[in-house]
């Protein structure tokens, strides 16, 4: 529905604006518990009640937006779109980087046992470490999905990049790297949740969208819950090992983009020699 309402800004503003927003959404619900907790000196029913509110506020937008769109695939137009049935190879290529990627991008809690056990990061400071992560997520989308819309898949091969450090700095850093490490674990994750998806959008025909999104959503997701079990289960080896995995699965997919962003510009170059002729 997202990809379809995104076409006449671009995708990358569009898939931003929408990671900006849930961003902060899980910046601000982190924060409002801790003072809630606070304040209330640990009522955790009356934490979790006050979260009814903007649960509530969901729905009820849910509700409108189905009733003013009951058609969402309605919302773009049919210039520029992928034909046929099938999904191209590029996709396939695309949806390998991007499960490598998620591979090597550990979930917060282990993170957050590895603060803990470290002593690197006190317990009250993990949820404002985590706060700023989502911060640096939601801002990181919006200007990273401004930048793919014009500059399109090239931009993922540095931010790849710049994300895979996370890892050394956050599991073998101190106080001031771990906070830098984490920042850029949040701007990968405005990533991962904005312009990598964003991009499917423009591979595959309109017609078979939900059922690529669905593809690359399960793969993506069971990527990231095998490479963060991984992880896990690295720790009984070395924090060395957890890092060395985190960041080659992650280089890893660099090849993959760099053939898949080869394959958009061949296809950008024939749409324009098309329109030419036309």
Known sequence: ???HAAQEIGYGWGFG?????????AMFGPLLMAVVLTLGQHDYTTAFAI??????????????????????????????????DRFPRRFWIYLAAAGLVSAGFADFPIMAY???????????????????????????SLAC????DRRGLSILVP????????????FLGGFWPVLIGVCLWGLGMGVHESIIPAAVAGMVPRSRRASAYGI????YGIAWFAGSAVIGALFSVSLGA??????????????????????????????????EER
Not at 17 to 25: I, K, P, T, W
Not at 159 to 170: E, F, G, R
């Open 145 to 148: 999905g401004r930048v793919f």
């Open 114 to 140: 590895h603060f803990e056990r470290a002593g690197t990061v006190g317990a009250t400071l993990t949820p404002v470490f985590y706060a700023a992560a989502m911060a640096v997520s939601g801002a990181g």
């Open 1 to 3: 529905m997202l990809s």
């Open 17 to 25: 604006v929408h990671e900006a927003l849930d961003q902060f959404g």
């Open 159 to 170: 931010l790849t990049l710049l994300c895979a450090a996370y890892a050394p700095l956050a």
């Open 216 to 219: 690359f959503t399960g793969v």
């Open 51 to 84: 979260l009814a509110v903007p649960a509530a506020i969901t729905l009820t937008l849910l509700g409108v937006a189905r009733l003013a769109y009951p058609r969402p695939a309605e919302l773009s137009s049919v210039s520029a779109e992928v034909v046929g």
């Open 242 to 275: 957890v890092v060395a995995f985190a960041v080659i699965v992650q280089v890893a997919a660099i090849p993959c983009l760099l053939v898949v962003r080869r394959a958009a510009d061949g296809a950008a170059g024939g749409e324009a020699r098309l329109q």
